[in-house]
């Protein structure tokens, strides 16, 4: 045999042959290929790679370390095999993956799992197509089966690849044949009649129906519709609006039982180990399907194991939907709706303090709204809305999520006040109207100016004062300019001079000059010059202002003018005298009266029909529907005398009496829909009951407002319910218990005997059930409304022969108080008189003991006093949802409760009606009421900051008492611990309040010496007064202090005074302004002329004067500036909300001082800012509380522990300094005090067997009624034994309990289980110490007793039970062991929390507890190795024989002391070794073993070493020889070539 490969590549083909003998190892590699490959062609390119079957999975261990591997080829398109170089070698396919290698003892590990052949189905349904039947089926059909094939692991049955089974044994089948009986149709009856309209009114349908008599089989035909459906129409068409859909809650199938979410999602569907079977069956693995019931994977069913099964309480859903009658769903959705926010408050946010103080009803600003809340069912939107409705209200309970809010902010809008500027001055006689004159009537007018508008409600006052006045003139000639005199001849004497006219109005404006009525002045007016040794006298100065405005019977108004001597005449000639140099005449003489128009508030809005709009509007946003009028009262009024003729008063400035409006839309009332009756009781009512009665309310969503329809007056109904009947009663009737009846015992014992005459026996009486009137009933009756059946029968005892005889009992004695005994006797008779003792005496006493009845109860209060509770009235809405906000009393009086346990004379808890009406005793209680923090009253305005132009004023309040019990927090404190409130408000300190007048000069005043003449330089005075600004008074001044020390005026100055022959000039004009700003480059000048010329020989002085303009001296600069901010200023009666915050404006000159403000508005002056600006104050809200809920049900039917409760939400947090929420948002309150009655089972009595010593027999435990507090048996009240009646039905609780069981007891020699053990501690079943469930178990066993070994075979099996339990933890487990004695030592198994256990550890880790050697460990310092080996102890060193065998024992170098010199240690000792060296030295590869021969392994690592260098050689062999030429001359041709990749299995 031989094996040929071809090599193809570029340079030709080579070939060689080669040919081995054995080629074992190649060809088993081999075995199972299959000739497939894989063809992989680039798009690209014309080669590609093959790839051919993975091989066997080769490796030198069983296990996931295996190789596979398999052949790749590069081919060209046509088929012909290439060099690899041909193709990508990124594309390559793998030729090396890793695999589970299989070997033969795996056999035993895996197996096919097969499951149950599957229905026999057509063959032709492949593709679940139904094939029609081409030829009738006479018999059968041919079919298929199918089923499902796996491998598996034998020990968990989890599935594995298939090839690690099919390399033991082939796949069984999939499918195999079957026969199909012939189809069966589905056969159906006829149809029934047709059914009744589905409505009464309208369109509606009709159905009728068939049904199936025989179900399709075997592929045959399906059935046809059972249901036929037609229209039915009535006469009656249904209203509009109305349906006649009705609603039902349809409900699904409850879904498997399912483990509550709280036990966590990770336990979903989780895998669970179940350790209860015996030791010598394999644990089985649980899938828990989360129920009830027990699903168990076994492979063979174990009927031994129920008890180990694990229960889980689990729970179920199932589908709850809202159909419609239609058959649509409907989606029942509660939502919160809100009625329309009520008016704004403010006095809710008031504090105790501000309620006292404040009228409420003028308050405004900030405040609070509340609104309705209330539950309503929403519309189904494929139902069709015909009219617009408001849905009805529901149960507040409906509706769950968060309430929306209730409350909210709001304000008032606070009345402006019209802020006016100050009077003008009084005007000039004027015509009413300067255009159209009218006789001799005028007025003379003063204005005001409205500063800023007030509002609605506050009108401004009257702007216009008029005053009435004689010659009145609107227009009259001004002269403009005077020119100089020209003398007419000559340098002096008389002459002309020009002056310029113009037309001027009140106002001083020019007007055209037809306008003015009088001839205008002459443009030329004659002058004289004065000559020399003329008196020259000034110009006459203006008019001074009227002393009085007006003139009365004691004052009358004067003015004056003045003109003073420029210049002295000469000798022959005299200046006028000094009277003449002063005028005087009379001004403002017209009487004081004043006179205004006043105009009342406007009326409200009036419709007015002539103005409709005939649609909606919109008027400043608001929604309006027509136009009306605004109508007010216009009068002239006196001042300070009232109403006059309209006449009086100046027509043109009266005010309008009428202005258009608009009328907003009117606003209906609208309401809910009457809510759903509330539930009258469904059942019978008691005796002497009240009559129940049903209600129902309605809410109103918008008030009626602006004249719509007002709302209903009746929102609440309430009705009796229908007559209910009174329920029955019925009581069970008990009658004498008949004589003992003997039981016999064939029937105890279950066998047939003969019958006995005495022992133990039954009694039985009667029980019949009657009504009121002690008439028969049906036993029914008294079950339904009478309780449970009284027991009909007790046990007995019937005497035997042997047995004692008595007397009747005697009465009992009397008894001698509450609580005391009473007894009663009997005597022997007969034969039993001269009897010892008798039998049973126990059963058969002579004297009876009982207690004597007491009627004696005492009332004990028990556990602690509630909380004080306050009386309020019940709130409907409390059921409804929030209806509004409204006071609640938080504080006052109320009542707390303690709950009042009723004990009779023994301690013994009876019902609390026994003692009280109410179980409860009440105690008036208090809480006190909050206190909010109290502050001082405004302090008086300080002084303006500053003296002169803007600043602030503040004043201040500060703290008096610190709130208590929860009132309203105090503001910042500062470091005082003071709450200090402050407001600052600007003000403006008038800087020119205060000004000089000065009076004229005096005539210049020459001091003359020997009557020289009194010309020349002189000295002239004047007065100068401080007076206040605009005061009248110009005479009589005040302090100079006011006045600025800085501008006062000088009193006396030089002056000259012209002689005769002298140039006379006239005085200085004002000086010209300098620029603004101030430019200090230029000057300014004055002028002035000549009046009198000099004689010829002297000249006039210089007619004009200049000076440099210079800052802060001649010309100043002006700026503005802004005062501080002032606090948030609120109106009077607001206490929050919108304000408004100020600062002024100042006109301030260059050097500092504060000038009026006109100066720099006439300057032009820009300022960027802002005088006003808003802000809000934050409202104090209080916290907010829904109404408490309607208290719950008592948490407990029985016992001390019932409560009731009851809580509230908030609905509003507190803000800023509002009251904080009350801390008690939750009440409890005790309920009475009521006995419970339990069945209480006690303990098994002694294992009891009837007529013998051992073997077989019973225990048994009573069922007793107890009466006891809801906390037994941990409460320290004991418990008392009363009727079976008061805790049920005994025969039902004995049905449910077990009360005798069997027992053993057994005899000597017996083998038998000992008692039940304790139950163990609760363990979880974990993996890597996490628990893996929640829930843990419990065991307890049973022993088997062997007392003879001969009955061991008799013996019965131990047994064991478990009990999930809660709380367990996790134990892990591990091997102890004791220190080596001898070569032995003890090993055992122990838990973590150190209990010695047996099982838990894994058998396969158990340490040894005996070291064998062989040969004996007989050496000094030996002892046996784990590895059984002989070895040396520690600080010896092994000497060892050429077999292999310990020699002895050296020691170690060192060992004991480490300075000791190594050479003089033996050469054949050796250095000692480390214990990782001792571990790894009882492991070590030695070739011989302990009996001196060479161990087999040295043999076949020898063989494979051979064999592995023939290999090599083979290989290099194959690669390294050189290549050869062929020499044949036939054409190419393309050879079958065989590629070799390298791959160990070709």
Request: charged letters at 20%; glycine letters at 8%; proline letters at 7%.
């Amino acid at each position: 045999m031989g094996w040929t490969m071809i090599l193809k590549d570029d340079s030709g083909v080579t070939g060689w042959t080669w040919r081995v003998g054995n080629y074992l190892l190649l060809s088993m590699s081999l075995i199972g290929m299959q000739v497939r490959s894989d063809l992989e062609f680039p798009k690209d390119r014309h080669y590609a790679w093959k790839t051919g079957q993975w091989g066997r999975c080769m490796g030198e261990e069983c296990g996931t370390g295996g190789v596979q591997s398999r052949t790749v080829w590069c081919i060209h398109s046509e088929g012909w095999t290439t060099h690899h170089s041909n193709c990508r070698h990124s594309d390559k396919p793998e030729s090396q993956r890793p695999c589970f290698k299989v070997c033969e003892w795996h056999q035993d590990l895996f197996e096919w799992e097969v499951s149950e052949w599957g229905p026999c189905v057509l063959a032709s349904f492949h593709s679940n197509e139904l094939k029609p039947r081409m030829t009738e089926c006479i018999t059968a059909q041919h079919g298929i089966q199918r089923r499902k094939v796996h491998c598996v692991r034998t020990s968990n049955r989890t599935a594995v690849t298939e090839r690690i089974c099919e390399f033991f044994s082939p796949r069984p089948a999939l499918e195999q044949a079957c026969l199909i009986p012939c189809p069966h149709d589905c056969i159906v009856s006829d149809f029934s009649s047709w059914s009744g309209c589905s409505r009464t009114c309208g369109m509606g349908l009709q159905h009728r129906t068939r049904h199936v008599l025989a179900a399709p089989m075997y592929g045959g035909a399906n059935c046809p519709n059972l249901t036929q459906t037609r229209t039915c129409a009535n006469l009656l068409p249904c209203p509009v609006g109305e349906s006649e859909h009705h609603y039902s809650l349809k409900v699904g199938p409850w879904s498997e039982c399912r483990q509550p979410q709280h036990k966590g999602l990770w336990m979903s569907g989780r895998t669970m180990l179940d350790f209860t079977t015996g030791d010598t069956e394999r644990n089985t693995v649980k899938r828990h399907i989360q129920s009830s019931q027990h699903h168990h994977h076994h492979l063979h069913h174990h009927h031994h194991s129920l008890k180990g099964l694990d229960v889980e309480i689990g729970y179920q859903t199932r589908q709850v939907r809202c159909v419609r009658s239609d058959g649509k769903n409907a989606m029942l959705r509660y939502v919160w709706k809100s009625t329309d926010w009520g008016d704004c408050q403010v006095a809710p946010l008031l504090s105790q303090q501000d309620r006292r103080l404040n009228n409420v009803s003028v308050l405004c600003g900030g405040g609070i709204q509340t609104r309705q809340l209330y539950c309503v069912q929403v519309p189904d939107n494929s139902t069709p809305h015909h009219r617009k409705e408001v849905s009805r209200p529901v149960s507040g309970r409906l509706c769950t999520g968060d309430l929306p809010s209730a409350v909210q902010p709001c304000s008032i809008p606070c009345p402006q006040p019209c802020l006016l500027s100050s009077w003008s001055s009084w005007g000039a006689c004027l015509h009413d109207n300067c255009m159209e004159t009218h006789g001799r009537k005028g007025y003379r007018q003063r204005r005001r100016e409205v500063l800023e508008e007030g509002s609605e409600t506050e009108s401004c006052a009257h702007l216009l004062e008029s005053m009435p006045c004689e010659d009145p003139v609107c227009f009259l000639w001004q002269v403009q300019s005077e020119g100089a005199c020209v003398p007419t001849e000559g340098n002096c004497g008389n002459g002309t001079r020009t002056q310029t006219v113009a037309c001027l109005n009140s106002q001083g404006q020019l007007v055209p000059e037809e306008l003015c009525e009088d001839e205008p002045p002459p443009k030329e007016v004659s002058c004289v010059m004065a000559c020399s040794g003329d008196c020259v006298l000034s110009s006459w100065s203006d008019w001074s202002s009227c002393s009085h405005s007006c003139s009365s019977k004691n004052s009358e108004g004067r003015q004056s003018r003045t003109r003073t001597i420029l210049g002295l005449p000469g000798e022959a000639k005299a200046c006028p005298a000094a009277p003449a140099l002063e005028e005087w005449r009379t001004c403002n003489d017209h009487p004081c009266i004043t006179f205004y128009w006043e105009a009342s508030p406007w009326g409200p809005c009036i419709e007015d029909f002539s103005m409709n709009l005939n649609g909606t509007g919109y008027w400043n946003g608001t929604a309006t529907c027509a136009v009306g009028v605004q109508i007010r009262k216009v009068v002239c009024m006196k001042m300070g005398v009232g109403p006059v003729i309209p006449k009086r008063c100046p027509e043109s400035a009266r005010p309008d009496t009428g202005q258009p409006c608009l009328l907003p839309c009117k606003k209906d009332c609208i309401v809910t829909p009457f809510s759903e009756w509330t539930a009258c009781p469904t059942t019978c009512l008691p005796v002497n009951s009240s009559v129940p009665s049903q209600s129902r309310y309605r809410i109103i969503i918008q008030r009626a407002a602006n004249g719509g329809q007002e709302c209903p007056d009746t929102l609440y109904e309430e009705r009796e319910c229908e007559a209910l009947l009174v329920c029955p009663i019925y009581r069970w009737k008990t009658h004498r218990w008949h004589p003992c009846t003997l039981v016999p015992d064939s029937v105890q014992q279950g066998m047939t005997g003969a019958s006995e005459s005495c022992g133990k026996g039954l009694e039985m009486r009667g029980v019949s059930c009657v009504d009121e009137y002690d008439e028969m009933a049906a036993v029914s009756e008294c079950l339904r409304w009478a309780g449970p059946m009284p027991s009909r029968f007790r046990s007995c005892w019937v005497p035997c022969r042997d047995d004692c005889t008595f007397s009747s009992w005697s009465k009992f004695s009397e008894c001698s108080g509450c609580g005391s005994r009473r007894t009663r006797k009997r005597t022997l008779t007969g034969r039993s008189r001269k009897q010892d003792r008798c039998q049973r005496e126990a059963l058969y006493p002579l004297v009876e003991t009982e207690l004597c009845p007491c009627e004696e109860f005492v009332s004990q209060p028990y556990g602690n006093w509630s909380s004080c509770i306050l009386s309020e009235n019940s709130a409907l809405g409390s059921l409804h949802g929030w209806r509004g906000r409204r006071e609640v009393r938080d504080c006052g009086h109320g009542l707390r409760y303690r709950a009042v346990a009723c004990l009779d004379h023994e301690a013994h808890l009876v019902g609390p009606d026994l003692c009280s009406e109410s179980g409860l005793v009440e105690e008036v209680c208090h809480i006190p009421c909050p206190l909010d923090c109290k502050l001082s009253d405004w302090s008086p305005w300080s002084v303006c900051s500053a003296s002169c132009g803007s600043g602030l004023k503040i004043r201040s309040k500060w703290l008096r008492e610190k709130p208590f019990n929860g009132g309203r927090p105090c503001p910042k404190l500062d470091l005082k611990n003071q709450a200090q409130v402050y407001e600052a408000v600007p003000c403006r300190s008038e800087c020119g309040q205060y000004e000089w007048v000065t009076d004229p000069w005096s005539v210049c005043t020459i001091n003359t010496v020997d009557e020289l003449p009194a010309c020349g330089e002189g000295v002239q005075s004047r007065k100068i007064r401080c007076v206040r600004r605009g005061s009248q008074d110009l005479v009589s001044g005040v302090n100079e202090t006011l006045c600025d020390q800085d501008e006062i005026p000088p009193q006396a100055q030089t002056c000259v005074l012209p002689c005769p022959n002298d140039c006379v000039k006239s005085q200085w004009s004002q000086w010209s302004t300098c620029s603004i700003p101030c430019n200090e480059s230029t000057v300014r000048m004055r002028t002035r002329h000549v009046l009198r010329p000099p004689v010829a020989d002297r000249v006039c002085p210089d007619s004009n004067q200049t000076e440099p303009c210079s800052l802060n001296s001649t010309c100043f600069n002006y700026n503005y500036n802004v005062s501080n901010w002032s606090t948030c200023q609120l109106s009077e009666h607001a206490i929050c909300g919108q304000g408004t915050r100020t600062r002024l404006l100042d006109c301030i000159r260059s050097d500092g001082k504060v000038v009026d403000l006109s100066v720099c508005e006439e300057l032009g002056l820009s300022q960027p800012w802002r005088l006003a600006m808003d802000c809000v104050v934050d409202c104090p809200f209080n916290c907010i509380l829904s109404d408490w809920a309607p208290w719950t049900e008592c948490s407990h039917t029985c016992g001390s522990k019932g409560v009731m409760t009851r809580s509230r939400s908030v609905l509003q947090q507190a803000h800023e300094e509002g009251r904080p929420c009350a801390s008690q948002l939750s009440q409890t309150k005790p309920c009475p005090i009521s006995p419970c009655y339990t069945w209480l089972l006690s303990d098994w009595s002694p294992c009891k067997v009837e007529g013998a010593e051992c073997g077989e027999g019973t225990r048994e435990r009573n069922l007793t009624c107890v009466v006891h507090w809801s906390d037994w048996p941990d409460s320290p009240y004991p418990s008392k034994t009363v009727e079976d009646e008061n805790c049920g039905d005994r025969v039902r609780k004995e049905s449910e309990q077990e009360l005798q069981q069997p027992c053993f007891v057994p005899c000597p020699g017996d083998c038998h289980l000992t008692e039940w053990s304790q139950w163990s501690s609760c363990q979880l079943t974990c993996l890597e110490g996490r628990s893996f469930e929640t829930v843990g178990r419990q065991a307890r066993s049973q022993a088997v007793v062997i007392q003879v070994l001969e009955n061991q075979d008799s013996c019965p099996h131990q047994v064991f039970e478990t009990r999930p339990c809660k709380g367990g933890k996790c134990h892990s487990y591990e091997w102890r062991t004791s220190a080596w004695n001898d070569n032995e030592r003890s090993v055992w198994c122990q838990r973590s929390d150190g209990v010695n256990v047996t099982g838990g550890c894994f058998p396969q880790s158990r340490p040894t507890t005996v070291r064998h050697c062989h040969p004996p460990c007989t050496k000094p310092f030996s002892h046996c190795k784990q590895s059984g080996v002989c070895g040396c102890e520690k600080g010896y060193t092994e000497v060892m024989t050429t077999h292999g065998f310990l020699d002895y024992c050296t020691k170690t170098p060192g060992a004991d002391n480490k300075k000791a010199d190594v050479k003089t240690s033996s050469g054949r000792l050796k250095p000692g070794t480390t214990q990782i060296q001792d571990f790894f030295g009882e492991w070590s590869l030695q070739p011989l073993g302990p009996d001196g021969r060479i161990k087999l392994w040295v043999y076949g690592l020898t063989a494979g070493g051979f064999v592995l260098i023939l290999l090599i050689i083979a290989v290099a062999f194959l690669f390294c020889k050189p290549s050869k030429q062929s020499k044949s001359a036939s054409p190419p041709q393309k050879p079958l070539t065989l590629a070799y990749d390298g791959d160990v299995d070709m």
